[in-house]
């Protein structure tokens, strides 16, 4: 099939924003999605804890994940003022999340690693959620409809450019549904081009690749395999 073409999409600052489906939304350099209308926050695969629960393994990693998560997100929180946050699964317990939670409105969409941890804070768990065209859950479906979005997969994207190739967290989007990157620290990757994301980005994908201080739009054509 010929490469769908995308939506125009802005650079409005450090953020790109887009129709996603019927809905404009912005990707922020945080890994987050902003969407105004609703004055809702996005974000995807915390895993809180993750350090500390390797650590209890045997696989000795800073345990700091936590605290990095959480910090990014009061940013975010208190520069946004958001009205809504939605969790798209994956995450555990905190004391300064209970202490977040209690700002706004907070939903978690359940995640494969979340077991009862939502229940146990306190806000409203779904399974899918929609606001306004919008439609959010954990793991992108086939043949969803304009509007869905996913975490789940955790997308980064290989991309070359002055000799060299960088591999950064990215957005993963056609224009009518995003796979949103994991905002947790110890998260691993799956490289945009790998066959799990044919099957939902059939007619290519653009990746809106993370940098140190904005997003990047990036073609399918410059994206490169691991």
Same mark, same amino acid.
Request: charged share 20%; with cysteine.
């Given at each position: 099939? *010929?490469?769908r073409?995308m939506?125009?999409?802005?650079?409005?600052? *450090?953020n790109?924003?887009?129709?996603?489906?019927?809905a404009?939304?912005?990707a922020?350099?945080?890994?987050?999605?902003w969407? *105004? %209308?609703?004055?809702?926050?996005?974000?995807? @695969?915390?895993?809180?804890?993750?350090g $500390?629960?390797?650590?209890?393994?045997?696989?000795?990693?800073?345990p700091? @994940?936590?605290?990095?998560?959480?910090?990014?997100?009061?940013?975010?929180?208190?520069?946004?003022q958001?009205?809504?946050?939605? $969790?798209?699964?994956?995450?555990?317990?905190r004391?300064l !999340?209970?202490?977040?939670m209690s700002?706004?409105?907070?939903?978690?969409?359940?995640?494969?690693?979340d077991?009862?941890?939502?229940?146990?804070?306190?806000?409203?768990v779904?399974?899918v !959620?929609?606001?306004?065209a919008?439609?959010?859950?954990?793991?992108?479906?086939?043949?969803?409809?304009?509007? %869905?979005? =996913?975490?789940?997969?955790?997308?980064? =994207?290989? /991309?070359?450019?002055?000799?060299? $190739?960088?591999?950064?967290?990215?957005f =993963?989007?056609?224009?009518?549904?995003?796979?949103?990157?994991?905002?947790?620290a110890?998260t691993?990757g799956?490289?945009v081009? @790998? @066959? =799990?994301y044919?099957p939902?980005?059939?007619?290519?994908?653009?990746?809106l690749v993370?940098?140190?201080?904005?997003?990047?739009? /990036? *073609?399918?054509?410059?994206?490169l395999?691991?």
């Amino acid at each position: 099939a *010929a490469p769908r073409v995308m939506a125009p999409m802005a650079i409005a600052g *450090a953020n790109v924003e887009f129709k996603l489906g019927d809905a404009l939304v912005a990707a922020l350099p945080e890994g987050a999605l902003w969407v *105004a %209308e609703s004055k809702t926050l996005i974000v995807s @695969d915390i895993h809180f804890e993750k350090g $500390s629960s390797y650590a209890l393994r045997g696989q000795m990693l800073p345990p700091y @994940d936590t605290h990095a998560a959480l910090m990014k997100l009061t940013d975010l929180m208190l520069r946004l003022q958001p009205d809504i946050v939605v $969790s798209l699964g994956d995450s555990f317990d905190r004391d300064l !999340l209970k202490l977040l939670m209690s700002r706004c409105d907070w939903i978690w969409v359940e995640g494969n690693h979340d077991g009862r941890a939502p229940e146990t804070l306190g806000g409203a768990v779904r399974e899918v !959620l929609h606001i306004g065209a919008l439609v959010l859950r954990h793991e992108p479906t086939l043949n969803a409809a304009p509007g %869905e979005i =996913a975490g789940h997969l955790h997308p980064c =994207a290989k /991309v070359s450019g002055r000799g060299r $190739s960088v591999r950064r967290r990215c957005f =993963a989007t056609d224009g009518a549904r995003l796979v949103m990157p994991a905002f947790g620290a110890y998260t691993g990757g799956l490289n945009v081009c @790998d @066959d =799990a994301y044919a099957p939902i980005f059939a007619n290519g994908v653009t990746a809106l690749v993370l940098g140190k201080d904005r997003v990047l739009p /990036v *073609a399918s054509d410059r994206l490169l395999s691991d």
